[in-house]
Structure formats: C-alpha cells, structure tokens
T-cell receptor, first 114, second 111 residues
Framework: DTGVSQNPRHKITKRGQNVTFRCDPI?????LYWYRQTLGQGPEFLTY????????KSRLLSDRFSAERPKGSFSTLEIQRTEQGDSAMYLC????????????FGPGTRLLVL | SQQGEEDPQALSIQEGENATMNCSYK?????LQWYRQNSGRGLVHLIL?????REKHSGRLRVTLDTSKKSSSLLITASRAADTASYFC???????????FGRGTSLIVHP
C-alpha cells in the first residue's frame, strides 16, 4: 500500500493556459474523489468516480473542468482556460468502496494561476 | 453550503492540555469522520463514528456523537506540539458517498 499519489505537487501557470493533474489511487480502491481547497476552507467536492464511471459532479465544476478515469485506475483532472480564481489546492482521495467509507487523501497539487 | 461546521475556528493551548473541538451538522447522516491536515499537506483520516455509535476511542483521541443534537466532538488528550494542525469533520448527508467537510478548527499546541 503505497498511498495516494498526485502529480505534479505544484503548478504555476498563466491565465488562459490549460493544466492537467494526475492522481494515482491506492490500488484496488473503487472510488476516487477530487476536491478543491482554498486557504482557510475545508475541501470542496468536485467530482467522484466509481471505477471508471463518473457518478457525480458538483455544480462548482464548470465546463472548463473535466475529469477522467479511463481504466478505473488513475484519474486526471484538466482545467481549460485557467482563471486566477482557479488557484487552490486540488486534492484527490480514494476509498475501497462498499461499507468502508474512509477516504485516503493524496498530498495535493497546489495550483497558482498568474 | 457547508454541511458540517467546526467550532472553535482556532484553538491555542499548551502542551499537555486537552483540546476539544466540536462539529455541528444539518441533515441526517450515516457516519461522521474526523480528519487532520498539517499545513500544506493532504488530509489524514483519524476516526469514523457511525450514527448508531455514541463514543469511540483511538489512542489519545475520543470522539462523541449526539445525533439528537446533530453534533460531534473530538477530544485530544495530553496534547503534543506535533498535534498542531487543522482538524475537519466530514459527514455523509443523506447517506451519500460524498463526505462533506466543514471549514475546520486550527489547533496550535505550544511546547
């Protein structure tokens, strides 16, 4: 069990550019979640996968955001035409599914949009 | 809107003292979880308490749940400087699989 990993850990980009983040969950975890966290706030839910199916998306997830989990393993979160308001920590978490709801979080990707 | 809200927002204590944080929520839940987050890091799961449980212990942690008041508390006994972190409660409103987090309590333990 190597834990949830996220890459990159930090990303600085200019407004209008596209960025993509990757999350590798704990192997055999069925559920994968993406959250966004800004300073002084708790994580805000963005989207959730059960295996490869994206089952729910938050209204926070504008059409500039897209997430995939093509083979039910790793996931990517892409932000197109970034805005300064997208600056935040993007957290990924995975859980085994079933009745075991505990989420295991990755270290996060900190995005700064200039 | 936030389902869970932690109180206080900030707590500053001396090493060895106990720290108590509270969480209130709005709708029925199946379980409530507490997480810790060190500055700039991901969240670490501390403890899960189910709606049919009233109290749970894990090491120096004690969590209580009062579903009639829709509230939970996290007690850290004999605090250490290493306990300095933000603490979040997360609930699953309506039994969804999507934990909803509060804004957290920032705990500082002075050595």
């Amino acid at each position: 069990d190597t834990g949830v990993s996220q890459n990159p850990r930090h990303k600085i980009t200019k407004r209008g550019q596209n960025v993509t983040f990757r999350c590798d969950p704990i192997s055999e975890h069925n559920r994968l979640y993406w959250y966004r966290q800004t300073l002084g706030q708790g994580p805000e839910f963005l989207t959730y996968f059960q295996n490869e199916a994206q089952l729910e998306k938050s209204r926070l997830l504008s059409d500039r955001f897209s997430a995939e989990r093509p083979k039910g393993s790793f996931s990517t979160l892409e932000i197109q035409r970034t805005e300064q308001g997208d600056s935040a920590m993007y957290l990924c978490a995975s859980s085994p599914g079933g009745v075991r709801e505990t989420q295991y979080f990755g270290p996060g990707t900190r995005l700064l949009v200039l | 809107s936030q389902q869970g809200e932690e109180d206080p927002q900030a707590l500053s204590i001396q090493e060895g003292e106990n720290a108590t944080m509270n969480c209130s929520y709005k709708t029925s839940i199946n379980n409530l979880q507490w997480y810790r987050q060190n500055s700039g890091r991901g969240l670490v799961h501390l403890i899960l308490i189910r709606s049919n449980e009233r109290e749970k212990h894990s090491g120096r942690l004690r969590v209580t749940l009062d579903t009639s008041k829709k509230s939970s508390s996290l007690l850290i006994t004999a605090s250490r400087a290493a306990d300095t972190a933000s603490y979040f409660c997360a609930t699953d409103p309506g039994g969804s699989y999507i934990p909803t987090f509060g804004r957290g309590t920032s705990l500082i333990v002075h050595p």
